[in-house]
């Protein structure tokens, strides 16, 4: 998509607020620590295999470890098995990878039995969460590790992998992507579509993050249970970009029963952040080509602009923005969160920097008028609400 915005606009759209800003009151504090706190994607897994540190402890770098998830009261990350979309070209390779980034999950809470444990059902997260425990519940994305062979579902599930991503940011064996101009199933694949049924038989949650919209449709349609976005937004605050979820796939999500969780990444929240990149490289490539690419004018200029057009970093109200708009369209069953720490670098909205400013988005939804009862429901109840269901489908078949 093309975009009809100057750098000068998205320059001006930068918002200036600041962290300090953002300074959630007892009240909202008491209610992200007492109430269950569900987050359906943290990429600590792949950011520990390039950058390894204790998140047992306090770290020096990432968004997410021990300290600062109580400090936030987050009781369930969803960690991320994610599976580079180019693993899959190698057979076994993606499956090796998600060994290997399930194997440090249970490392961690080894580790550190006193702070974390791993969860594989409702009532695990339910006890653990009794017992002053953050649940380690184990989210896949990209369903490349299948390998086409409904074995590795099996294998998958009994390691404790609770939803699956379809695909990531290629079309795979499973799913077209939102990322891909490549449409090679113009949805779900043959053994996709398989997939999906089985996956519901087996009670995995199926996941249409990331999957383009035939490939959504199709998930919707043939699901038994309620699905869900483990981390995307909404299209209506970046136009064009697919990877977000337009009003009417809201809607039939919400038919289907199923939820949102909302991702925080400023790329995801606001139109500015989403085209900055695309925007920045545009003019640069322009510089290049009036003074040379190499030469000092354009690496001055080049310098010049970059320094002129800081990134436009979303806000905690642009993030509170998306939520509301859920709210209007389905109603507050639906909405959850999914904020894509340690996999967004550094492009989180102000006042939602890591795992301890989640006592922010709750004093903003209080601001808003969200009565303690709603928050519940954005906190844990909905997801908990569709894993329940989830549950409850594979008992019976
Ligand atoms: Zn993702």
Redesign the pocket.
């Known amino acids: 998509m093309v975009s009809a915005l100057s750098l000068s606009a998205v320059a001006l759209s930068v918002n200036t607020a600041v962290a300090q800003d953002y300074n959630a009151s007892p009240e909202a504090r008491k209610i992200a620590q007492e109430n269950m706190l569900i987050d359906t994607h943290i990429d600590v897994p792949y950011r520990l295999t390039e950058d390894w540190e204790d998140v047992s402890q306090a770290t020096q770098r990432g968004d997410f470890d021990y300290p600062r998830a109580v400090e936030g009261g987050l009781n369930v990350p969803f960690m991320s098995i994610y599976i580079p979309a180019r693993l899959e070209q190698t057979p076994g390779a993606s499956k090796q990878l998600a060994h290997q980034l399930i194997d440090s999950m249970e490392a961690l809470a080894w580790r550190a039995p006193d702070k974390f444990a791993m969860a594989y059902s409702v009532a695990d997260v339910e006890q653990q969460f009794a017992d002053g425990k953050i649940s380690l519940a184990l989210g896949m ?1 990209n369903g490349s590790p299948m390998e086409g062979d409904m074995a590795n579902l099996k294998e998958f599930f009994d390691r404790g992998i609770r939803y699956i991503t379809l695909s990531h940011s290629q079309s795979n064996h499973i799913a077209d992507s939102s990322y891909d101009l490549r449409r090679q199933w113009n949805g779900l694949s043959p053994f996709g579509k398989e997939l999906v049924k089985e996956m519901n038989n087996i009670g995995m949650m199926i996941d249409i ?2 999957v383009s919209d035939d490939a959504f449709w199709q998930s919707i349609e043939l699901s038994k249970a309620p699905v869900i976005a483990s ?1 995307s937004s909404l299209r209506r605050y970046t136009p064009g970009f697919e990877r977000n979820m337009s009003d009417d796939m809201i809607k039939a999500l919400g038919e289907n029963g199923g939820v949102i969780m909302i991702n925080f990444g400023s790329t995801f929240v606001t139109q500015a952040a989403n085209r900055y990149r695309d925007m920045l490289k545009q003019q640069i490539e322009q510089v290049k080509e009036q003074y040379g690419a190499e030469s000092d004018e354009a690496k001055q200029r080049i310098a010049e602009l970059e320094a002129d057009n800081p990134f436009p970093f979303a806000t905690l109200e642009q993030v509170l923005d998306h939520i509301d708009h859920v709210v209007k369209l389905i109603g507050i069953e639906h909405v959850g969160i999914g904020s ?1 720490y340690d ?1 967004v670098g550094d492009s989180l909205p102000v006042g939602l920097k890591d795992v301890s400013t989640y006592p922010n988005l709750v004093q903003g939804l209080l601001d808003r008028g969200y009565s303690e009862a709603d928050i519940k429901k954005i906190l844990n109840e909905n997801l908990l609400r569709v894993w329940r269901e989830v549950e409850a489908y594979a008992a019976e078949h």
């Open positions: 994305e993050s990331h981390h894509d996999g």
